[in-house]
């Protein structure tokens, strides 16, 4: 027989159950489960989207004063001001405002102008080693083609369309300089790669350790604060290329369209893993292939068989006939250029680095990465504001917090020409916005479905609650079974 608790009873246990599950177990359970939020600068990230980066080029202007007086290259400067910040200002997140100033030591700036007399074509800017010779009296007659000659001198539609082709991906399939260059990155590794197809017919004396060091290293130390590079080297062997060259009486020839097929045999090689990684690849040609020229889909014959593969690397097809060695001072001469092009340089043919090319990496880098994080904090912001109950820690919000605080500092370096300044504080930016965004403890949370917390939650409430529920529906219906019999 089972025990019956008179009503009363009931009703208090009941009541003391319910205060139990209400005042002191729900409270605890919200507690314990409560989303912890550190505060992010919502605000200034939002603002960040709204204001234009501004980048003061500077160009350094010169003059002989038996030449040209003072106040007349002054009044130059004065007038083409307008003319530089208009082409300057066209479309895009970034500002480019070339600012004229007289200097000493023309030649030694990464972009310097020279106001002369003393021209043999007037109509014509020359390129000398003391920067760009422009004649005064072409200032006086076509001051709007002086103007776009020394946009053009600074490379500012170059730069310009790197920017651009951030928000603008087309351009990646329209410009071929923009489709060659890797992406800017805060480091690279270089990947410098021997392949030998045959080692027993081709037995040649490497040499690569040794040669690499030589001449990858300066070229890496031109490089400056541009960014963390290192290098590897590694041979590679029994690699068939998939086309063979075709014979055109005395030479053969790779055809320009079979060129990226070559690159997929090698690729699956090299043990490369990061889109970081940049490889330059001299591929042994056997000597029955020699010369070897490269012919283009315009039909011409390319006696240089070397070549780029874009946001990937260079190859060169190296002649091996009659060489006991790799000869490394003419394959880094041809490799390092194509390493130029990677790095989002025009092409040259020059293994140095000029101040110019200097100059116009780290703009491009800091640039770059002043947008990449600003882009990245906002995707994080819509992020957090799309998932109520995603954890934001402490560390979280230190990150963006850095990340929008080194954004300011390299937007006010820019504005004071400060770019080596500019281009550390965007690079610290980049690196803690990227790992705010990637930190492991958001990204866990973009596989948590609610269906997920109700298979969590529902074994914990149900056996508490239902008896509740079934308690206070059966006083419920008392209560009205007594209303209608006093009734």
Known sequence: ????????????????????????????????????????????????????????????????????????????????????????????????????????????????????????????????????KISVEKVDRMIAEVAEDIVQYIELPHLQNHILAIDDPSLHSTLQ????????????????????PDPAAINLDYNLVESTKLYLEPFIAELGELAEVTYQTQVIRYVKLPHKPVKNGDFYYLSESNLPHVINPIESKLGTSTTNDINLIIYLMEEKYSPLHIKTIGGEMKRLPSFLSPQFGAVLLYDTSNKTSIDHSSTFSVLLPQLKQLLGLKSSGSAGITAKEKYLMESRATLTHILRSTDTLNSLIRLVDSIPNMVIGDHIAEQVSSAVEGINKAQSALMEGKLSEALLQSSLARNAAEKSFSDPSILALLYFPDDQKFAIYIPLFLPVGLPLIVAYLEILKQWKKNKDKTD
């Open 1 to 132: 027989m089972a025990l019956k608790f008179p009503e009363s009873v009931q009703k208090i246990n009941l009541l003391y159950y319910s205060i139990i599950v209400v005042v002191l177990g729900t409270p605890l359970w919200w507690y314990t489960t409560d989303t912890y939020r550190a505060a992010l600068p919502h605000s200034q990230i939002t603002a960040l989207t709204e204001y234009k980066s501004v980048l003061n080029i500077p160009v350094a202007v010169c003059f002989n004063p038996s030449d040209v007086q003072r106040s007349r290259v002054e009044q130059i400067i004065i007038s083409l001001k307008p003319f530089l910040l208009s082409r300057g200002s066209s479309g895009g997140r970034v500002i480019y405002d070339p600012v004229l100033s007289l200097a000493n030591n023309c030649g030694k700036q990464p972009f310097s102008v020279v106001f002369t007399n003393d021209v043999a074509r007037p109509s014509k800017a020359e390129i000398s080693s003391q920067g760009l």
């Open 177 to 196: 300089d923009i489709r060659n260059a890797m992406a800017v990155a805060t480091s690279y590794n270089i990947l410098v790669s021997v392949v030998n």
